[in-house]
C-alpha cells in the first residue's frame, strides 16, 4: 500500500461526508508545486506531516512450487500522519472551526472507520484542534484551524529469493 493509496481511501470519505452536511468546500492537497494563491471557494486542506514504522517488522516466508522460489515478504506497521486545516473565505453562516469540528465527529464515525478497515487501514489518533489565527491578503485577521490525525497500515516488501538449482558433492580421502 502506498501513499497514494492512502489518501484515495480517505478523500472520498472525507468529501461526501462534508457535502452531507451541507458544506460546499473544495477538498485539496496543500502545498503542492503547481498550485499557487489561495483559493476563493471555502478549502479544506490535508498534508502529511510525518510517517513512522510502528513495532518490529515481520517476515513470512513461503515455497512458491510454481515458481520454485521461496518468497519473503516483509511487513511493517506504517503510522501516517497528516494535518487537516480549513479556510472559509467569509464566515457568514458556518466558520472554519464548524468545518473541521464536523469533520473530526465524522472521522471518529462507526462509519469511517468501518470503510477504511474494509481496504485495510486503520485510524490510530486524533489529535486536539488548533486555533491558528494569520493577516490575509486583505490585511485581515483570518482563521484556519487545523487538528492531525494517524492512519496505520501494512506496508509490505515482497523479494523472491534465488534458489540453488544443483549441489554438486565429492567425497575425498583423507
Known sequence: ????????????????????????????????????????????????????????????????????????????????????????????????SDILSDLSIYMQSSEFITALESQGIGILSIKAMRANWFKDDRDQHQEAPSFDFTLTYNRSIIRPERTINTIEYKINGV
Open 1 to 96: 500500500m502506498t501513499n497514494n493509496d492512502i489518501i484515495r481511501a480517505f478523500l472520498p470519505l472525507i468529501n461526501t461526508a462534508l457535502a452531507s452536511y451541507g458544506y460546499d468546500v473544495d477538498i485539496l492537497q496543500a502545498y503542492q508545486p503547481i498550485e499557487t494563491g489561495v483559493k476563493t471557494k471555502d478549502s479544506v486542506y490535508f498534508f502529511e506531516v510525518s510517517t513512522e514504522r510502528i513495532g518490529q517488522p515481520n517476515r513470512i516466508s513461503k515455497w512458491d512450487t510454481v515458481q520454485g522460489k521461496t518468497i519473503n515478504t516483509d511487513y511493517q506497521i506504517i503510522g501516517i500522519t497528516y494535518q487537516v486545516s480549513v479556510l472559509v473565505r467569509s464566515p457568514k453562516t458556518y466558520t472554519a
